[in-house]
């Protein structure tokens, strides 16, 4: 019988079935990352997450991060519709005492109904826009701060405008 699922950290596994997670009730699954792929877990930075045998079409497997006392942070998710997938790890940023030698970094997978994983995808997108829209914003202002209107409609701004923002941008 295959495998329900499996995960490859891109670069630094070779595919890692369910067999390998502990299973802490019937719907959720959890990998210690630094047990099973590597000690220098923030070098890993995109995981592929694969179904192995279809799912109920009403359900999808989420994928969670987990560094030190935080919270599970949701990176997305696959169903039978969508059996596979790339996700970045961005692993959260560790606080306080645990800066260094966290005391668990982990994987976790969610069975939940597809509803609920499109909702959280939804939520996960709409920070991205924000992000990106907040970016944007910041480009305007800077080109606008040269203060040399053309028109109504246009800005004139010198030809290395964009690296001059970008320059500062990094500093950030």
Known sequence: ????????????????????????????????????VSQNWQALKEIVLFLGQPLASEFGLGLYVAVGDGGWMFRGYVSSAHPSDTFPLQWPALEGAEVGAPQRVQ????????????????????????????????????????????????????ANCIEQWFTKFQGR
């Open 1 to 36: 019988m295959a495998e329900p699922f499996g995960v490859i950290f891109i670069g630094a596994s070779f595919p890692i079935s369910a067999s390998n997670f502990t299973q802490a009730d019937p719907t959720h699954w959890v990998l210690d990352v630094t047990a099973a």
């Open 107 to 158: 994987l976790g997978l969610s069975l939940e109904p597809l509803g609920e994983l499109l909702q959280k995808e939804g939520s996960k997108h709409a920070q991205k826009e924000h992000f990106a829209k907040a970016v944007a914003l910041n480009l305007y202002h800077f080109m606008e701060s040269f203060g040399i209107q053309q028109s109504a409609d246009k800005l004139l701004v010198p």
